[in-house]
């Protein structure tokens, strides 16, 4: 009999990790309930008073195409392996060091970067809501399959007195996919609470949350791929590592650029005063 070789397991393969953070399931989720929440103008007046109404604004305008929201595996991957827990930045040479800020969450989904430090992210209880009780009461956790019916069977009621609902259960949706997203694709009771009234929501620092999370998702991540406990997976809204890196690279092309420009005038068109004056 001929040896065959043996094809690595996914924990021997070195470049082998799970990414959960995925922009297009949202995508596909309001492409799922577009023409019912076009209809519902209470759920839309109440969406623009939220902290993510920004995020989901560009969703719902074709900002965010599946174009955009493709993943690029690679790339992550590779980012991941320069980030530093120790530091909480990312080592791309020997001196040269970046990390994500709160300030850059915010300028990127929009998000508040003031406010309330947000309650556990990871692990709670269950709470005494109304909202739980009508639409999770028969649920051991929340899951993903959970908000999707839940959200169905909301938006299809078009009593005024449900608009808060299909708002909560949208924002679950975001959450739950994009900002603080994890491999058994469910989420913390607390983020109900968190999401309970308008005054709730606006109270608390997003900004921040969802960085601490993503560095907890990387933390574990290399945690678990060290020791091989788990299985190899990334949670946290790991888009913010792509986003901001080519933020990182514009900065740096638009240096390289205008260093070379200055060089080539003082060298070929006039004299330094001039340059520094045109510069």
Not at 223 to 239: A, E, Y
């Amino acid at each position: 009999k001929t040896k065959t070789n043996k094809k690595p397991s996914r924990w021997e393969d070195p470049n082998y990790v799970q990414i959960k953070s995925n922009m297009l399931t949202f995508d596909n989720t309001l492409q799922t309930v577009k023409d019912k929440l076009a209809a519902r103008k209470d759920v839309l007046k109440i969406l623009q008073k939220t902290p993510f109404w920004s995020i989901i604004k560009a969703y719902m305008e074709g900002q965010l195409t599946k174009v955009e929201c493709q993943k690029s595996n690679y790339q992550i991957i590779r980012l991941i392996r320069l980030y530093n827990p120790e530091t909480k930045k990312f080592k791309f040479s020997e001196g040269n060091e970046y990390e994500i800020t709160s300030n850059d969450v915010s300028e990127i989904f929009g998000l508040p970067n003031k406010g309330n430090k947000l309650p556990s992210t990871t692990t709670s209880t269950r709470t005494n809501l109304d909202f739980e009780k009508k639409y999770f009461k028969n649920s051991k956790k929340i899951t993903k399959t959970e908000v999707d019916r839940c959200l169905n069977t909301a938006i299809a009621d078009d009593r005024k007195n449900n608009a808060m609902d299909v708002v909560r259960l949208l924002i679950l949706e975001l959450l739950i996919t994009n900002l603080f997203c994890n491999s058994g694709a469910t989420m913390a009771w607390t983020f109900l609470t968190m999401i309970d009234t308008l005054e709730a929501m606006n109270s608390y620092n997003w900004a921040q949350g969802v960085l601490d999370y993503m560095h907890f998702g990387l933390d574990q991540a290399m945690k678990n791929k060290k020791h091989k406990t788990n299985q190899p997976s990334v949670s946290g809204c790991l888009v913010l590592i792509l986003v901001r890196n080519y933020i990182h690279l514009l900065i740096l092309l638009y240096y390289l650029f205008s260093r070379a420009l200055t060089l080539y005038i003082e060298k070929h068109v006039c004299s330094i005063g001039c340059v520094k004056e045109l510069t």
